[in-house]
Every structure is written in structure tokens, then in C-alpha cells.
């Protein structure tokens, strides 16, 4: 069974400072990898996702991701945060080997705070 | 907007009753999931349908049901509620390699 490990429920930050939420996963094979984000009383919006090929992902918003498989990790990172990060950040993954069976396992999520 | 549409989009009801909860895909996705998010539970898969079929199921009661009709949308029943089952309910389509989310729909049991 897989399973997904995010360090840290709230991370606090100031405006301009270096974001990192970590993301951990437990997986024989690895998944498929996946950053959502969630505004307050909104749904999950695809930040990234790492699938095949190169392991330094880009997302949206100036978010970017690295896939290390000798760590089994996937963290988030965003060079300078704006206010407007501050949201709920969930690492999730996939089971690649059952194609038809393609459901989400997910973290906790990490509370994103910047102050200005 | 993710072409993903849930409704309603709040949901106030009292323990016992049952309620639907309505999901419409995004044009052309085949599969739609079920998610619940709790704050005991955080976010866990309900189930998934693909094309009118169960495909996977997850950590969904037995009070839960679900089922995907031939225009695709799918609903989600939950029946002998309890107040443990205030959460948000969230529907996803697409595929292995990417899922789109709907806004959700909020349900209170008082």
C-alpha cells in the first residue's frame, strides 16, 4: 500500500522568503507524484505532477518540484512567496502500475502562512 | 474552473436522513472519483467509476453509495447519517496522470 508523509502542518514564511513543503512517499514502485493546493472554502487545483522523464518538475505559480527516488521524496519548492501562496498544500500520489485503478492517496497537507 | 461541477454546494441536514450529492465530469472524462475531507481523516478516496462501472472502491461505508449514470454524471448517496459524516465531498474526473476537482459540496449533520 502506498502512503504519503508531509513533515510539518503549518509552515510559516515572510513575504519574499524561500517556500519548501516536504513530501515523503512509501511505495514498492514509484508512483506517479502530485502537488495540489487548496484556497480556503475552494477545491484542489493541480500545482504539478511528475510522471516520466526529467525529475525537476515546474508548475504553476513559480512552484517547482523535485523527484528524488533515492529519498522516495517530492518536495515543493517556490523561490520567493508571495501572499498570495498562503493556502493548503497537498502532496499525493498514484499507483502507476494499475492503470485502470487510478485513485489519489494524499497527505495531510501542509498549511502554507506568509506573513508580510 | 476546472470543468468539474458539483452540487448543491452546501448541504444542512440532521442525523438519520439521507442526502445526494450530484458530480457532472469534465466533458470527455470517462472516470469520476469521490473524495471526502474531514479534518480527522484529512482527504480519503471514496470510490471510483468508470464509464458507468465500479472501478475502485476505498474507505467508503456502508451507508455510502454511489453510482454513474450513461450521461456520466455520477452521485453519491449517503444515508444514516451521522454527525461523523460533516465533511467536504469532493468529485474529480480525468485519468491516472491528472485529476481535476470539483468545488465540492459542504455537508453539515447537526
Known amino acids: 500500500a502506498q502512503s504519503v508523509t508531509q513533515l510539518g502542518s503549518h509552515v510559516s514564511v515572510s513575504e519574499g522568503a524561500l517556500v519548501l513543503l516536504r513530501c515523503n512517499y512509501s511505495s514498492s514502485v514509484p508512483p506517479y507524484l502530485f502537488w495540489y493546493v487548496q484556497y480556503p472554502n475552494q477545491g484542489l487545483q493541480l500545482l504539478l505532477k511528475?510522471?516520466?522523464?526529467?525529475?525537476l518538475v515546474k508548475g504553476i505559480n513559480g512552484f517547482e518540484a523535485e523527484f528524488k527516488k533515492s529519498e522516495t521524496s517530492f518536495h515543493l519548492t517556490k523561490p520567493s512567496a508571495h501572499m498570495s501562496d498562503a493556502a493548503e498544500y497537498f502532496c499525493?500520489?498514484?499507483?502507476?502500475?494499475?492503470?485502470?485503478?487510478?485513485?489519489?492517496?494524499f497527505g495531510k497537507g501542509t498549511m502554507l502562512l506568509v506573513s508580510p | 474552473d476546472s470543468g468539474v461541477t458539483q452540487t448543491p454546494k452546501h448541504l444542512i441536514t440532521a442525523t438519520g436522513q439521507r442526502v445526494t450529492l450530484r458530480c457532472s465530469p469534465r466533458s470527455g472524462d470517462l472516470s469520476v472519483y469521490w473524495y471526502q475531507q474531514s479534518l480527522d481523516q484529512g482527504l480519503q478516496f471514496l470510490i471510483q467509476y468508470y464509464n458507468g462501472e465500479e472501478r475502485a472502491k476505498g474507505n467508503i461505508l456502508e451507508r455510502f453509495s454511489a453510482q454513474q449514470f450513461p450521461d456520466l454524471h455520477s452521485e453519491l448517496n449517503l444515508s444514516s447519517l451521522e454527525l461523523g459524516d460533516s465533511a467536504l465531498y469532493f468529485c474529480a474526473s480525468g485519468s491516472q496522470v491528472e485529476q481535476f476537482f470539483g468545488p465540492g459540496t459542504r455537508l453539515t449533520v447537526l
Open positions: 499525493a500520489v498514484s499507483d502507476r502500475l494499475n492503470s485502470g485503478y487510478s485513485t489519489l492517496t
Open positions: 511528475y510522471t516520466t522523464g526529467a525529475t
